[in-house]
């Protein structure tokens, strides 16, 4: 069995680490290039980096910011946030990240994930999903609906058949984020993470939601998911990266052990 990952999140607006709830009321909390620093010295699996504003913005990925925490840690280094083109997968690509998280410009064009992982492999691909609860009907059968735009745009479309679908465009992984949990440390959406954890065969990463580590446990098992991302629990020194998988092991979960 493979080792369940943990990965913290930097959701990044201007050059700054920040954090909100539910995608709002965002404050300002450090350097993400020290935060990833910290995080890979502490033992993080992997490190996501989210440009957060530049989709609705309209612009460009912080590259010189990429550049900076690529040059600072040697673990896996995912990027997301304003990346509409395959020029700007091999921009990020090649200032050192090692996958590229699309997710507006996927929902709009999605023939950029097969173009993506034509040109650059499978495995360099996540599909970002920022889903909410809207309860079933015939336009939702789930009843999780795929929400862009930061969380400003409800798009219609069904999340259940948006993972599937970018699957079968050749989508690598899935981080899949619940907006009604973001932020709130009250616990990850388990019936959604499960929902497209056991109808996907590419590896999931549960976001939205961790508060401590129960929180954790319960998704890598109920969930069934392949990876947590935290943010809150850590940025605020509540927990450490250490202690999250001393008490993921004890509890016989798989993780990389910290050396």
């Known amino acids: 069995m493979l080792s369940k990952r943990i990965i913290p999140c930097l959701d990044v ?13 965002n404050v300002d909390i450090g350097d993400p290039v020290d935060m990833a620093r910290i995080y890979y010295e502490a033992g993080a699996d992997e490190i996501v980096f989210y440009d957060i504003t530049a989709s609705h913005e309209k612009r460009g990925i912080m590259i010189d910011v990429v550049r900076r925490v690529a040059e600072t840690i040697f673990i896996p280094f995912s990027v997301g946030g304003g990346i509409r083109t395959v020029e700007d997968m091999r921009e990020v690509l090649l200032a050192g990240a090692e996958k590229v998280s699309v997710n507006s410009a996927a929902v709009k064009h999605p023939e950029i994930i097969s173009q993506g992982a034509k040109a650059f492999g ?32 409800y798009m219609g479309i069904d999340a259940l058949e948006w993972a599937i679908r970018a699957q079968e465009l050749g989508a690598g992984e899935i981080c899949l984020n619940s907006i009604d949990a973001d932020g709130t440390r009250e616990g990850y959406e388990l019936t959604l993470t499960a929902l497209i954890s056991q109808n996907v065969s590419i590896p999931v990463i549960a976001s939205g939601g961790a508060g401590k580590p129960e929180h954790l446990a319960d998704v890598l098992t109920q969930g069934k998911a392949d990876a947590a991302l935290i943010a809150s629990m850590v940025h605020y020194g509540t927990y450490t990266i250490s202690g999250i998988k001393s008490y993921l092991d004890e509890r016989k979960i798989k993780v990389r052990k910290i050396t």
Do not use: A, W
Not at 13 to 22: A, S, V
Not at 124 to 152: A, F, Q, T
């Open 122 to 153: 499978n495995q360099c691909i996540v599909l970002g999903m920022d889903v909410k609860h809207v309860g079933k009907s015939e336009k939702i059968p789930s009843g999780y609906e795929i929400v862009i735009n930061g969380g400003r745009t």
């Open 13 to 25: 607006r201007e050059g700054k680490t920040t954090k909100g709830i539910k995608f709002k009321g």
